[in-house]
């Protein structure tokens, strides 16, 4: 099995790159953007089906670890666990799963409420001693409230989702009353 390929990217598609490792060219599926011409280093997950192999690749073992268990989700492949990856930045992914954030994880293409559910039942405990900015402030229920607020005023989750972690995880003590103003002030900032 490969674990690690080093390259360059010859070429870009739809979801997968064109390693060139050497004299040969390797297709590795990727939720990752990466330019043409550079130089870089994957971790590799091998998916070996009946009628083929697929290389799947990541920029860190967090990442490649979060699509092992994301594909261990009955009902989850391959394709669809790279689609939530592409969509949602591990972090995000994370914490939206600790927090039982089903309507975070379901912004992905083809993940629906039910799927988005099977995900944070079957992950909540497995991902307990994962390494990830994972804060007990976003554990509360104050991340969810606060990500509520913020869409009743017509605010896009994923757009969101980042900025109130982080929001919370710095005021961890401060209600939602609070916060959303706090809010408000960065997104107004960052315009």
Do not use: H
């Not at 280093?41 to 697929?54: A, Y």
């Not at 009743?152 to 939602?176: C, E, F, H, T, W």
């Amino acid at each position: 099995m490969i674990g690690k390929l080093q390259g360059i990217v010859d070429y870009t598609g739809d979801g997968f790159v064109i390693l060139m490792a050497g004299p040969v060219g390797y297709k590795v599926f990727t939720p990752e953007y990466l330019t043409p011409k550079s130089t870089v280093s994957l971790w590799i997950e091998t998916v070996v089906r009946e009628d083929s192999i697929r290389l799947f690749g990541f920029s860190s073992l967090q990442s490649q670890n979060l699509f092992v268990q994301l594909t261990g989700v009955s009902g989850v492949g391959p394709r669809l666990a790279l689609a939530i990856m592409s969509t949602i930045k591990p972090d995000t992914l994370m914490s939206a799963i600790a927090t039982g954030d089903a309507k975070t994880i379901a912004t992905a293409p083809g993940v629906g409420k039910k799927v988005a559910e099977k995900i944070i039942v079957e992950l909540k405990n497995k991902i307990a001693g994962t390494t990830f900015c994972i804060d007990s402030g976003t554990a509360s229920g104050t991340l969810p409230d606060l990500l509520a607020a913020l869409e009743s005023l017509g605010y896009r989750r994923l757009d969101i989702v980042d900025m109130a972690q982080k929001l919370v995880a710095a005021n961890p003590d401060a209600d939602v009353s609070k916060l959303v103003p706090m809010a408000l002030k960065q997104i107004s900032g960052n315009k």
